[in-house]
């Protein structure tokens, strides 16, 4: 990543000496101490402290390999280069690349340099090489929507019976999986890993990095259909997820969800659906909302146990359920998992609820699919008690060719059920949205639509008043969540 991208933690892992990096990755050491120790991991520039491996990411716009001067200067401890170390040749030409792993390093120099093929393949080898050293249980999540909020779920119910390991925010592409799998410590017990897929191919290769022994699928949406072709697509690479599972594991499926409900799985897996209804072999009945936070009966295996959950929405309950069939078949005590789950508030810019000046404020901004948006209006509709409910809507991305359709479905879902007062749209396809509550009959939305986010805060800071509800709800590159922080007051 380059300095100028967006901003990523360094993680933190176990200590390395170099020589253990070197071999994990098949690397050669070019300079440096191979005994010297690795604490972090970045591939961000700007974010490496002491004991930090630079990875420099090749991307479409910018080549990393520019910074490893600065990466040096701010006292990283080593970095991987897939250009050689041009100091080092200018001095006395390049280590003979038939000659051992170590030959040609400079115990000298403070700053090791690392030779591998490519960076991005090195670090996966470096993340495969922290899951061998780490052999606990990992549960995957995979989906179209709600894998964060599965994942933190899933967590939350297994640390009624475990220390448990998580992704960190969101880091569950090709990159980030193995920056994930480095920072698990010998102290965690079980983990649950997230797994993104956007383009073909990408999911045997994460699923082979992490190697879960459960597989955990939310739904099968439209997210990433322009680059996946279509549903049916969508669910045949996120099946890959099973490519590195060991036999004998299981296979978690939302059971209300049409293309998962009897998709197959491997020879030798186990398939649990988990649902609204008996036939899953995990369910909830006896649904109520309390103030638009869930109320319900879970029954999993035969065990009844009440679930009183503290996150708004129908839809949470889902959620929950796979997270208690998680822990049920980890062995966890499920009225122990209930009760974790209770303590669950959310994850931030995910359909998170805050007061203030009298407003509430539904920050749910982090990102957006057509399920997701109608799921956060539906949050906004049962707000009853409100004097005003206004949807700030924006773009969603990555609809492919069928997005202004997409986007007009979410303007008619908003009008025919009433789920706003008011509607701000921010960007063209949003204007879709807009287009969408006009067409249909009845609607009685007042619409406001926007090309610039500074005129729609304005616009909007001096629309709202004290007994409105406000959602926010867009794709992450449309940036809402700068508007969901200042008027929820985490701006400040």
């Given at each position: 990543m380059s300095a100028s991208a967006g901003k990523v933690d360094g993680i933190y892992m176990e200590e390395m000496k170099i020589r253990e990096i070197v071999d994990a990755v098949g690397g050669k050491l070019l300079r440096g101490d191979p005994g010297a120790l690795v604490t972090h991991i970045s591939i961000d520039s700007r974010d490496v402290p002491e004991g930090t491996l630079f990875v420099p990411i090749v991307g479409e716009r910018t080549d990393a390999h520019r910074f490893l001067a600065d990466v040096e200067k701010a006292g990283a401890a080593a970095a991987f280069t897939a250009e050689g170390d041009v100091s080092l040749k200018a001095a006395s030409g390049a280590a003979d690349a038939a000659g051992p792993a170590l030959e040609g390093a400079a115990p000298?120099?403070?700053?090791?340099?690392?030779?591998?093929?490519?960076?991005?393949?090195a670090l996966q080898a470096l993340g495969a090489a922290c899951r061998r050293r780490r052999g606990i249980p990992l549960v995957g999540v995979t989906g179209s929507v709600g894998k964060t909020t599965t994942r933190e779920m899933i967590a939350a119910a297994l640390s009624a019976g475990f220390r448990v390991y998580r992704t960190p925010g969101n880091h569950n592409s090709q990159i980030g999986?193995?920056?994930?799998?480095?920072?698990?410590?010998?102290?965690?017990?079980?983990?649950?890993?997230?797994?993104?897929?956007?383009?073909?191919?990408?999911?045997?290769?994460?699923?082979?990095?992490v190697k879960p022994d459960a597989a955990v699928f939310t739904n099968i949406g439209v997210s990433h259909i322009e680059m996946l072709g279509s549903q049916e697509g969508i669910l045949k690479e996120k099946a890959h997820i099973q490519d590195g599972m060991p036999e004998g594991s299981t296979v978690f499926v939302n059971g209300e969800d049409p293309l998962l409900r009897n998709c197959p799985v491997r020879?030798?897996?186990?398939?649990?659906r988990y649902g609204l209804t008996d036939d899953c072999e995990a369910y909830a009945e006896n649904v109520t909302l309390d103030h638009g936070?869930?109320?319900?009966?879970?029954?999993?295996?035969?065990?009844?146990?009440?679930?009183?959950?503290?996150?708004y929405g129908k839809h949470q309950v889902l959620n929950a359920m796979a997270a208690l069939a998680v822990a049920d078949a980890f062995g966890v005590d499920l009225h122990g998992a209930a009760e974790k789950l209770s303590e669950?508030?959310?994850?931030?810019?995910?359909?998170?609820?805050?007061?203030?000046?009298?407003?509430?404020?539904?920050?749910?901004?982090?990102?957006?699919?057509?399920?997701?948006m109608r799921a956060a209006l539906e949050i906004l509709g049962e707000m009853t008690d409100a004097d005003v409910r206004t949807a700030v809507l924006a773009d969603m991305k990555e609809l492919g060719d069928g997005a202004p359709e997409m986007h007009r479905g979410i303007g008619r879902f908003l009008a025919e059920g009433r789920k706003a007062d008011v509607l701000f749209t921010l960007g063209p396809l949003a204007e879709q949205i807009a287009a969408g509550v006009r067409e249909t009959e009845g609607a009685d939305v007042r619409i406001f639509?926007?090309?610039d986010r500074d005129a729609l805060q304005e616009a909007l800071e001096r629309f709202t008043r004290p007994g409105h509800a406000v959602l926010f709800k867009g794709s992450n590159s449309m940036k809402l969540s700068v508007l969901a922080d200042r008027m929820s007051g985490n701006a400040e």
């Amino acid at each position: 990543m380059s300095a100028s991208a967006g901003k990523v933690d360094g993680i933190y892992m176990e200590e390395m000496k170099i020589r253990e990096i070197v071999d994990a990755v098949g690397g050669k050491l070019l300079r440096g101490d191979p005994g010297a120790l690795v604490t972090h991991i970045s591939i961000d520039s700007r974010d490496v402290p002491e004991g930090t491996l630079f990875v420099p990411i090749v991307g479409e716009r910018t080549d990393a390999h520019r910074f490893l001067a600065d990466v040096e200067k701010a006292g990283a401890a080593a970095a991987f280069t897939a250009e050689g170390d041009v100091s080092l040749k200018a001095a006395s030409g390049a280590a003979d690349a038939a000659g051992p792993a170590l030959e040609g390093a400079a115990p000298e120099t403070g700053f090791a340099l690392i030779a591998v093929d490519d960076t991005l393949k090195a670090l996966q080898a470096l993340g495969a090489a922290c899951r061998r050293r780490r052999g606990i249980p990992l549960v995957g999540v995979t989906g179209s929507v709600g894998k964060t909020t599965t994942r933190e779920m899933i967590a939350a119910a297994l640390s009624a019976g475990f220390r448990v390991y998580r992704t960190p925010g969101n880091h569950n592409s090709q990159i980030g999986v193995p920056l994930t799998l480095s920072e698990i410590s010998a102290a965690d017990e079980i983990g649950v890993i997230e797994m993104g897929v956007s383009i073909p191919g990408e999911m045997t290769r994460i699923s082979s990095l992490v190697k879960p022994d459960a597989a955990v699928f939310t739904n099968i949406g439209v997210s990433h259909i322009e680059m996946l072709g279509s549903q049916e697509g969508i669910l045949k690479e996120k099946a890959h997820i099973q490519d590195g599972m060991p036999e004998g594991s299981t296979v978690f499926v939302n059971g209300e969800d049409p293309l998962l409900r009897n998709c197959p799985v491997r020879e030798g897996f186990r398939r649990v659906r988990y649902g609204l209804t008996d036939d899953c072999e995990a369910y909830a009945e006896n649904v109520t909302l309390d103030h638009g936070c869930p109320r319900f009966t879970a029954v999993v295996n035969g065990k009844r146990i009440p679930v009183k959950l503290s996150v708004y929405g129908k839809h949470q309950v889902l959620n929950a359920m796979a997270a208690l069939a998680v822990a049920d078949a980890f062995g966890v005590d499920l009225h122990g998992a209930a009760e974790k789950l209770s303590e669950f508030r959310g994850y931030r810019h995910r359909q998170q609820i805050f007061y203030r000046d009298g407003v509430t404020v539904i920050d749910d901004s982090y990102n957006a699919s057509p399920d997701s948006m109608r799921a956060a209006l539906e949050i906004l509709g049962e707000m009853t008690d409100a004097d005003v409910r206004t949807a700030v809507l924006a773009d969603m991305k990555e609809l492919g060719d069928g997005a202004p359709e997409m986007h007009r479905g979410i303007g008619r879902f908003l009008a025919e059920g009433r789920k706003a007062d008011v509607l701000f749209t921010l960007g063209p396809l949003a204007e879709q949205i807009a287009a969408g509550v006009r067409e249909t009959e009845g609607a009685d939305v007042r619409i406001f639509s926007f090309t610039d986010r500074d005129a729609l805060q304005e616009a909007l800071e001096r629309f709202t008043r004290p007994g409105h509800a406000v959602l926010f709800k867009g794709s992450n590159s449309m940036k809402l969540s700068v508007l969901a922080d200042r008027m929820s007051g985490n701006a400040e």
